[in-house]
């Protein structure tokens, strides 16, 4: 089945810098891959997404960018705000296992002011 | 719309104890699931459901049992509860032909003492 490695587990910067997030899985199967944000207490939530068909996806502050062929993709968050701060999470699924999605382990963000 | 629903919020059991946890969503989705958050293991899959009547075991399904008789509901129980299962529980569900794009509910904190 698929297994999916996120890195790092705790990443802390200043407000103003950027943040980059890494995963791999292990599936070639995988062609979903989704990041959720998840503040304290709270219920994960979708930040943004890609498909296998996509290099790269920007929404706003936020990117998200796909080696297929390495089988990693990552996230890249610039000009953190100190509401950036959460812990955020990869996962990845196949298309026809949808709602089956297998998640990374979570990075902790803390921004800084 | 009320989204994804869970059911209870907080629950304390004791070893030994059965308990069905509830999740319900108004929004005709196909797909739902179970994931179970633990500190630093991120969420994992431990049942999910295509549809009504067809349900299979994700990565943590021993000790949990699941049925879909609708599509609103995918209730959760605990046969016999062990302290290895205190956890926050979270349910969610995605619609069939997106994306897998998943809603959660707000989470079941669960302790078994």
């Known amino acids: 089945g698929e297994n999916v490695e996120q890195h790092p587990s705790t990443l802390s910067v200043q407000e103003g810098d950027s943040a980059v997030i890494k995963c791999t899985y292990s599936?070639?199967?995988?062609?979903?891959f989704p990041w959720y944000k998840q503040e304290l207490g709270k219920r994960p939530q979708l930040i943004i997404d890609?498909?296998?068909?996509?290099g790269e996806k920007k929404d706003q502050r936020i990117a998200v960018t796909l080696n297929k062929t390495a089988k990693h993709f990552s996230l890249h968050i610039t000009e953190t705000q100190p509401e950036d701060s959460a812990v955020y999470f990869c996962?990845?699924?196949?298309?026809?296992?949808?709602?089956?999605?297998?998640f990374g382990q979570g990075t902790e963000l803390s921004v800084k002011p | 719309n009320a989204g994804v629903t869970q059911t209870p919020k907080f629950q304390v059991l004791k070893t030994g104890q059965s308990m069905t946890l509830q999740c319900a969503q108004d929004?005709?989705?196909?797909?739902m699931s179970w994931y179970r958050q633990d500190p630093g293991m991120g969420l994992r899959l431990i049942h999910y459901?295509?549809?009504?009547?067809?349900?299979d075991q994700g990565e943590v399904p021993n000790g949990y049992n699941v049925s879909r008789s609708t599509t609103e509901d995918f209730p959760l129980r605990l046969l016999s509860a062990a302290p290895s299962q205190t956890s926050v529980y979270f349910c969610?569900?995605?619609?069939?032909?997106?994306?897998?794009?998943?809603?959660f509910g707000p989470g079941t904190r669960l302790t078994v003492l």
């Open positions: 890609i498909r296998s068909n996509v």
């Open positions: 459901s295509v549809g009504a009547g067809i349900t």
């Open positions: 599936d070639s199967a995988s062609n979903y």
């Open positions: 969610a569900s995605a619609e069939r032909g997106a994306r897998g794009e998943q809603f």
């Open positions: 929004m005709n989705h196909e797909y």
């Open positions: 996962a990845a699924t196949p298309y026809n296992q949808g709602g089956k999605l297998i």
